[in-house]
């Protein structure tokens, strides 16, 4: 149960993620000129109060330790690579503790309670065919099937999408970009569903002081449901996921597979930011490895930085759910500025 939701709201988590990339940058890209730990302290403090207001944050962790690997090559204090990594999952298991005893203040229970089933599984479940789901094990696991699919029917909820390919992954490739749309438009529903009209304690034949129970049956099997669902369809799931990140990232799609449908793609209502952003990626690794300029290569990692953040939110984000524009725009704003930041350089050394 999220500390965010006691005394933060979610708005406060972006300014929050702002401070952190500001120090991420003065603690781990000027370190030269940086001799105190103080900016490494803000960072904790900082990591510690966006994880509590939003599980979502924890995509800065990845970042904290390759910045720390990379501090390590270039360093060379395995000393005090050691004891910043202690820290680093030190604190990480203090935000744990603080939200177990959120939970058990709010709720009489010393855990973390997690309904992240209910989001792991609408994507599998929207793909799935009805023989995939007869093959689903487990008789809780059948009966949540069941329920879902009653309730579905009687609402008008679409899904089995991949029959339309005629199961064929060539054509279902092609037609990810018109599936994504109406995913989107159906998504909220059955998510809905999963977590709250399936997480209660009479559909678990539970006492009604047994509610929070039933939510953590409810994310346990619709997991296991998910999991199961995945091995049935390895390969339709990951396009289906590596289109989700790609939407994220930029990659909006118009469905037309004319000629004309494919400029639109590549142009400015298509993958024309996704472009950009490999475009700035490959720009920088070259950078790193070609340029031994200290202030280029501070402002190279500032870049890799914003843009490796926005690929880890949409490739998080894209696990659970489609990758709306609410849970990427505070780190496609940062690629924005990346990508401004490079052109404004260029122009500067060009003396345009």
Do not use: W
């Not at 803000?42 to 924890?58: E, Q």
């Not at 008008?156 to 029959?163: G, K, L, T, V």
């Not at 390895?234 to 400029?263: A, C, Q």
Request: one cysteine or more; hydrophobic letters at 50%.
């Amino acid at each position: 149960m999220k500390l965010g939701l006691t005394i933060f709201s979610e708005s406060i988590g972006y300014p929050l993620l702002l401070l952190f990339s500001i120090y991420f940058i003065k603690n781990y890209f000027f370190f030269k000129f940086v001799k105190r730990k103080k900016y490494f302290i803000y960072l904790m403090i900082l990591f510690s109060l966006m994880v509590l207001n939003k599980k979502t944050f924890l995509i800065v962790l990845p970042l904290l330790i390759l910045a720390e690997l990379n501090s390590l090559i270039i360093k060379r204090n395995i000393k005090n690579f050691i004891i910043n990594i202690l820290l680093i999952f030190g604190v990480f298991f203090t935000i744990n503790i603080i939200e177990r005893t959120n939970s058990y203040f709010k709720s009489g229970v010393f855990k973390p309670i997690s309904v992240g089933g209910s989001s792991l599984v609408t994507a599998p479940f929207y793909l799935a065919t009805d023989d995939d789901l007869e093959k689903i094990n487990g008789d809780v696991n059948k009966k949540i099937i069941k329920f879902a699919l009653e309730d579905f029917k009687n609402n008008n909820i679409e899904r089995n999408i991949i029959s339309i390919s005629n199961n064929d992954i060539l054509s279902f490739t092609k037609n990810n970009r018109k599936i994504f749309s109406h995913y989107y438009s159906q998504f909220v529903y059955m998510q809905d569903l999963f977590e709250n009209k399936v997480a209660k304690h009479e559909f678990f034949e539970l006492d009604k002081q047994d509610e929070l129970l039933a939510r953590e049956l409810s994310s346990k099997h619709c997991t296991e449901i998910a999991i199961q669902l995945f091995k049935l369809r390895p390969l339709e799931n990951f396009v289906f996921y590596g289109v989700n990140v790609i939407h994220g990232m930029g990659g909006y799609f118009v469905s037309r597979d004319d000629l004309k449908g494919f400029y639109a793609n590549v142009g400015f209502s298509g993958y024309f930011i996704l472009i950009l952003q490999l475009l700035v990626l490959i720009i920088c690794l070259i950078s790193l490895a070609t340029n031994d300029e200290k202030k280029m290569k501070g402002i190279t990692y500032i870049v890799l930085f914003f843009v490796a953040l926005n690929l880890i939110n949409c490739l998080s984000t894209a696990m659970f759910q489609p990758v709306y524009d609410r849970f990427s725009f505070y780190t496609f704003q940062m690629v924005y500025f990346s990508i401004s930041f490079i052109i404004i350089l260029f122009f500067e050394r060009k003396k345009i």
